[in-house]
């Protein structure tokens, strides 16, 4: 029985990772061998926005602009942000090499008080498949 539950474990192993694979937009080239010339390349013109003071209750939103500068399409995945007080908006569209496109956070600070720190996690089919966004500032009470 233990020899079985081995052979189905390394089974189950040898699949996920045929599953996991190289998904990072690399591909094989004529000779066979994965060529990164063709793969995506995010590039932000900032990775941090800091709102500085912000009155408690008011929704602030921070665009970080992006470009391809690889030579294949760039699809973004998924903006996964830190908690429920941050929002994503961005364009689902492939952007082609060499264009720019846009990633909108949007804060909500109703409930917060103090220096706040949030992220949103970029993920796409570039060479770097993760790309972290930070924004950050100070809830203050408005008398």
């Known amino acids: 029985?233990?020899?079985?539950?081995?052979?189905?474990?390394?089974?189950?192993?040898?699949?996920?990772?045929?599953?996991?694979?190289?998904?990072?937009?690399?591909?094989?080239?004529?000779?066979?061998?994965i060529s990164i010339s063709d793969t995506?390349?995010?590039?932000?013109?900032?990775?941090?926005?800091?709102f500085g003071k912000i009155a408690a209750g008011e929704k602030v939103a921070a665009i970080f602009t992006f470009t391809n500068a690889g030579k294949g399409p760039l699809i973004i995945n998924s903006v996964t942000t830190s908690c429920?007080?941050?929002?994503?908006?961005?364009?689902?569209?492939?952007?082609?090499?060499?264009?720019s496109g846009t990633i909108e956070i949007v804060f909500d600070s109703s409930g917060y008080n103090g220096p706040q720190r949030k992220t949103a996690t970029v993920r796409s089919n570039a060479s770097q498949p993760y790309v972290l966004l930070q924004i950050k500032g100070e809830v203050v009470q408005i008398p």
Not at 20 to 31: E, M, P, V
Not at 43 to 48: I, T
Not at 84 to 99: I, M
């Open 40 to 50: 995506a390349v995010i590039v932000f013109s900032e990775y941090e926005h800091d």
């Open 1 to 33: 029985m233990k020899q079985i539950t081995g052979i189905i474990f390394l089974c189950t192993l040898i699949l996920a990772g045929f599953a996991c694979g190289n998904n990072s937009g690399a591909q094989k080239n004529a000779s066979g061998q």
């Open 84 to 99: 429920g007080c941050t929002a994503s908006k961005y364009s689902r569209k492939p952007v082609a090499p060499g264009q």
